[in-house]
């Protein structure tokens, strides 16, 4: 079923707050192939805050999961994630579209830290595939 086109500009609840570690960060460098040695966090690492924020966004609109297909990611950073970083990440739907009966959304994913200063924007496009007709 098609998701409903008032989403677009919608925000849904920040995510709870989650504390950079340096543990955190040789964990993430390694399941992608990578090391870390120190120092700022690797460029892609906001995934993980995006990712609870998309996850919860698809509990809400009762979406599930496996009929998601990650289509593209940007991260825009006004500062970068560090190791002491507590985050919250906020979604919004920022697009919807529908091309063969699947929906096409974009989403914006900001991430603040505690003073609530922004520090990374993540846009993604996720394809929501069809279900089966009964």
Avoid: K
């Avoid at 008032?6 to 950079?20: D, E, K, Q």
């Amino acid at each position: 079923m098609a998701l409903d086109p008032s989403l677009v500009g919608r925000s849904f609840p920040p995510t709870r707050p989650y504390a950079v570690t340096e543990e955190r960060l040789r964990t993430f460098a390694a399941a992608s192939g990578a090391t870390w040695e120190g120092g700022p966090a690797p460029a892609t690492f906001p995934i993980v805050l995006a990712f609870e924020a998309m996850n919860a966004f698809l509990e809400a609109e009762q979406v599930e999961l496996r009929r998601i297909v990650h289509g593209e990611q940007r991260f825009a950073y006004e500062r970068p994630v560090v190791p002491g970083d507590v985050l919250t990440t906020t979604l919004s739907v920022a697009s919807l579209r529908q091309i063969g009966g699947n929906d096409i959304i974009g989403t914006r994913s900001e991430v603040h830290d505690e003073t609530g200063a922004l520090v990374c924007t993540a846009g993604a496009t996720l394809v929501h595939r069809a279900g089966e007709q009964a």
